[in-house]
Structure formats: C-alpha cells, structure tokens
C-alpha cells in the first residue's frame, strides 16, 4: 500500500487492518458505516486528549476494566488505574468485566457489564 496516496486510500487501508483483526464487532460491517466509527473514533480520542480534571473528585471512581488483554492496544495505553485514582480522595473500585478493551461492550458481555453496574449501584446505598 502506498502511505503517500490519498486521505481516502489510507482511511480505508486502516480500516480494512482494523477488519482484519478483529476489532469491528461484526466482520461484515460495511464501509460506510466503517468509516463513521473511525471519525467517532478520533473525535473521541481527541476530547480524551483535551480533558484535564479540575480538582480532586471527592469520592470513589468505580472502574470497569477488560478481564482479556488486546495486546498492542493495553501496551500503548498502559495501567489508567493508578491516574484514575490520584484524581479520587476516596479511591477507585476496579472490576474485571468480561471481554477486551473492544469487546467490553459487545452483545454477549454488555448484558454481564449491566449486571455488574446494577451491583455496584445497589451496593452504593442511595
């Protein structure tokens, strides 16, 4: 593949790797709607990046990190839990949920993630 192409050839070249392995939840996801997660993808990314806390949070962050490992990805992003819990005086509460970084959300875990918030919010005692 020639990187020095159009904009248009090098999104969908990404795009296609991105299929490739695995981390579009449905391998037949169409291009169209490919390149709207892509955009979604660095818009989010991009307000990630601009957010910085005000303050300290009073109290516990509950976290909710992937029990399997998406190799490349948790090597770029490192551990966010020790961040995470310098920014709340109360700590932070981690909780392994079923699934990659990627597949957290994905119709067979998102009913498992919900169970697990549910606990956590009855647990909270409002």
């Known amino acids: 593949m020639d990187l020095q192409g159009s904009r248009e050839a090098q999104v969908m070249y990404l795009l296609k790797q991105i299929k490739v392995a695995g981390l579009f939840l449905a391998p037949d996801i169409d291009d169209a709607y490919a390149k709207h997660w892509f955009n979604l993808y660095k818009h989010h990314n991009k307000l990630v990046g ?3 806390p005000s303050g300290l949070y009073n109290g516990k962050i ?3 990190k992937p029990s399997k490992k998406a190799p490349k990805f ?3 992003m490192g551990n ?8 709340a005086r109360a700590g932070i509460e981690a909780h392994d949920a079923p699934g990659n970084h990627f597949e957290m959300t994905s119709l067979d875990n998102t009913p498992v993630l919900v ?8 647990n909270f005692g409002v």
Not at 80 to 87: E, F, Q
């Open 80 to 87: 966010p839990i020790p961040a995470w819990g310098r920014v």
């Open 74 to 76: 948790d090597v770029q």
């Open 115 to 122: 169970e697990m918030m549910k606990e956590c919010i009855e």
């Open 50 to 52: 601009l957010h910085k």
């Open 62 to 64: 509950i976290f909710f």
